[in-house]
């Protein structure tokens, strides 16, 4: 069956160090993934978008890899901050197709 | 302030009840969405416009009504819904549709929906 998985629990950061989250998917062949960025009572905020034929996307203390052969994505936070608490979503699609599929979410929390 | 507002914030009703939910962007966009999330979930897509043209309809039940009187307005109908609708309802709008599958969208603030 086709999913996309995030890890369900909480990842706890140190302030100051790099936070790491992943996103996996199986039985997709997506060209586009998606970072969004949900605070509680909040809305998802988009963050990054790379495509599949790109291997790395940097926006600010923001860094997205993309895998295809391993079939998984990264998101990095360098210099992590306790601002940086939220959960983060990942979605994909697929070429021309403008529905996304989503992960249920990491929560990230970043201790001062 | 992301240009996409929905009222109410908060609502709670009755099985039997008939409320609607708002949605309104200010971005131009044409194309709007309706999303369910649930706890620990990822979201649902429900109902997709394009053009004030529904698009989709992912299978969701009649008692969810959708209806886009323009490409700034959305709303969502309800009537006789189901103690499991409980659920954060999100509106979300992009660009438009076509070959955008490369498009961010660009949520509100959810209505959190309690059903009793």
């Known amino acids: 069956s086709q999913k996309i998985e995030q890890n369900s629990e909480a990842l706890n950061i140190q302030e100051g160090k790099t936070a790491t989250l992943t996103c996996n998917y199986t039985n997709y062949s997506p060209a586009y993934l998606q970072w969004y960025r949900q605070d509680p009572g909040r809305g998802p905020v988009f963050l990054l978008l790379i495509r599949e034929n790109e291997k790395e996307k940097r926006k600010e203390r923001l860094k997205v890899t993309f895998d295809t052969t391993l079939k998984q994505s990264l998101f990095h936070i360098t210099a992590s901050q306790p601002a940086d608490s939220a959960t983060y979503l990942c979605?994909?699609?697929?070429?021309?197709?403008?529905?996304?599929?989503w992960g249920a979410g990491t929560k990230l929390i970043i201790k001062p | 302030e992301t240009g996409v507002t929905q009222t109410p914030r908060h609502l709670v009703m009755g099985m039997t009840n008939k409320k609607s939910l708002k949605c309104e962007q200010h971005?131009?966009?044409?194309?709007m969405y309706w999303y369910k999330q649930s706890a620990k979930k990822p979201l649902e897509l429900m109902f997709v416009?394009?053009?004030?043209?529904?698009?989709e309809n992912n299978s969701v039940p009649s008692r969810f009504s959708p209806e886009c009187p323009n490409s700034s307005h959305l709303f969502l109908h309800l009537h006789t819904l189901q103690p499991e609708d409980s659920a954060l309802y999100l509106c979300?709008?992009?660009?438009?549709?076509?070959?955008?599958?490369?498009?961010?969208?660009?949520f509100g603030d959810g209505t959190r929906l309690s059903i009793l």
């Open positions: 971005l131009g966009h044409n194309a």
């Open positions: 979605a994909l699609s697929m070429d021309s197709n403008y529905q996304l599929i």
């Open positions: 416009y394009n053009f004030k043209e529904q698009t």
């Open positions: 979300a709008s992009s660009q438009d549709l076509g070959d955008n599958s490369n498009q961010p969208q660009h």
